[in-house]
């Protein structure tokens, strides 16, 4: 049997990210009229609700211009709230904190402080230094979270795509956050959507500069599951033509082998933005993205939760 492509880098080469919206949300767009020349991430974020959360923007956590961050609060918390890092995806060469909004406006309505780190990208830097700003960008929110209502005892790691990679590798490799100082049980849980975490070999394009030869077995995060692993939940579409659902179900089983928590769930037809585009206010209907990411971060977010 041929081995499946992990990582299919001729679609990623042309990968942009934007969401593809159905028909029927189409239909939609020419209430925004004021903003005919908007991207689809700004169609989106204009119909995500916005009153409920108070945005802090451009927070500085390096000094490079892309080390920078959104951090988006809830009105109705008192008591520090629990906190969502959220990294977008983009191959690691594009994308920028304010098209995901609209994934702010979701996770704040229930309760979770929301930050949305920008980190650089290719060409610009190699593996690993959008994972150390990664890092940096963790650590900041840590030491920070104090300032800003949210409770650095609860704090959650999400991402999308190539979001999803930074991620795992903060969650799983103890390097990148120990170099600030930060304890790995700092990290309350992972939610990984649609992420690469097991793609090598990589074969061509552009990605062979992006993850240099000497560095490339460090790049994946399946090399560095243990037991000491947070809390996962895995979320994949079927049909992702970008990142295949492979990566998930190896990520997913190496962590059951060592003994660690992990959730899969694999959606039946679903394709690589859909995932995100799903965790949208207007578009919940898409998929059960949303739902399925507040029961896990809402299983795990009580005061008394902990690790397991």
């Not at 000094?63 to 709230?81: C, I, K, N």
């Not at 830097?125 to 650590?139: I, K, L, R, T």
């Not at 969650?171 to 100082?181: F, K, P």
């Not at 309350?188 to 061509?204: H, M, N, Q, T, V």
């Amino acid at each position: 049997m041929a081995t499946r492509k992990r990582l299919r880098t001729n679609n990623l080469s042309e990968e942009d990210n934007t969401p593809v919206c159905p028909r029927h949300f189409l239909l939609l767009i020419p209430l925004l009229a004021t903003v005919a020349a908007c991207s689809p991430f700004s169609v989106i974020n204009q119909l995500s609700p916005s009153d409920h959360y108070r945005l802090a923007p451009n927070i500085a956590y390096g000094e490079f211009d892309r080390q920078t961050l959104d951090m988006y609060m809830p009105h109705a918390s008192v008591d520090a709230s629990p906190v969502v890092v959220f990294f977008y995806g983009g191959a690691w060469r594009k994308g920028a904190k304010e098209n995901y909004e609209f994934v702010a406006s979701s996770l704040t309505e229930a309760g979770y402080v929301v930050v949305i780190p920008d980190y650089r990208v290719f060409p610009d830097v190699v593996f690993p230094a959008f994972v150390e700003d990664g890092a940096q960008a963790v650590a900041w929110v840590l030491n920070n979270a104090d300032d800003y209502n949210a409770d650095p005892d609860r704090v959650f790691l999400m991402g999308h795509s190539a979001g999803a990679h930074i991620a795992a590798l903060l969650s799983l490799d103890q390097h990148y956050l120990a170099e600030h100082g930060i304890e790995p049980d700092r990290i309350r849980a992972l939610i990984g959507l649609s992420g690469p975490y097991d793609f090598l070999p990589i074969e061509s394009g552009y990605l062979l500069d992006v993850f240099p030869q000497e560095s490339r077995a460090a790049s994946q995060p399946v090399n560095f599951v243990t037991a000491a692993a947070p809390p996962t939940l895995l979320i994949h579409g079927s049909d992702d033509d970008l990142v295949d659902p492979a990566n998930s179900e190896s990520l997913a089983a190496r962590l059951a082998e060592q003994g660690a928590d992990v959730s899969i769930r694999l959606y039946d037809g679903a394709g690589h933005a859909k995932i995100a585009v799903a965790l949208a206010p207007a578009l919940d209907f898409m998929g059960d993205t949303l739902e399925d990411s507040r029961r896990f971060l809402d299983a795990l977010s009580a005061p008394s939760a902990g690790q397991p």
